[in-house]
């Protein structure tokens, strides 16, 4: 019903830049939240940010100040600058989302929540 695909992933340097993103699509009549969780290898998953369909967001303590997490709801994309990077960044990040269902022109009174593949971030010098 609906897919997320994320991308943007990559090998950077301590200190460096990544964006990643992920574009929504399939039956969508709104997208009522998204957001960005990671796993390290031997740990559980992890919030990063989330965002709201207004806006609102959220961040973990760990990279405030340093992600940014913003969505365009034309294209239904979600985005995670993340600046400073640390080797503690290092994991797989995934795209999150809960998405209102189409039925036609409006909403068939369901929601799908869902997550994507995973994009790979590796800090490392």
């Known amino acids: 019903q609906v897919q997320l695909v994320e991308s943007g992933g990559g090998l950077v340097q301590p200190g460096g830049s990544l964006r990643l993103s992920c574009a929504a699509s399939g039956n969508i009549f709104s997208i009522l939240h998204m957001g960005w969780y990671r796993q390290a290898p031997g740990h559980q998953r992890e919030l990063v940010a989330t965002i709201t369909s207004g806006g609102n967001t959220d961040y973990s303590d760990s990279v405030k100040g340093r992600f940014t997490i913003s969505r365009d709801n034309v294209n239904n994309t979600v985005y995670l600058q993340m600046n400073s990077l640390k080797p503690g960044d290092t994991a797989v990040y995934y795209c999150?989302?809960?998405?209102?269902?189409?039925?036609?022109?409006?909403?068939?009174?369901?929601?799908?929540?869902?997550w994507g593949q995973g994009t790979q971030v590796t800090v490392s010098s």
């Open positions: 999150n989302a809960e998405v209102g269902l189409r039925d036609g022109s409006s909403w068939d009174g369901s929601t799908w929540h869902g």
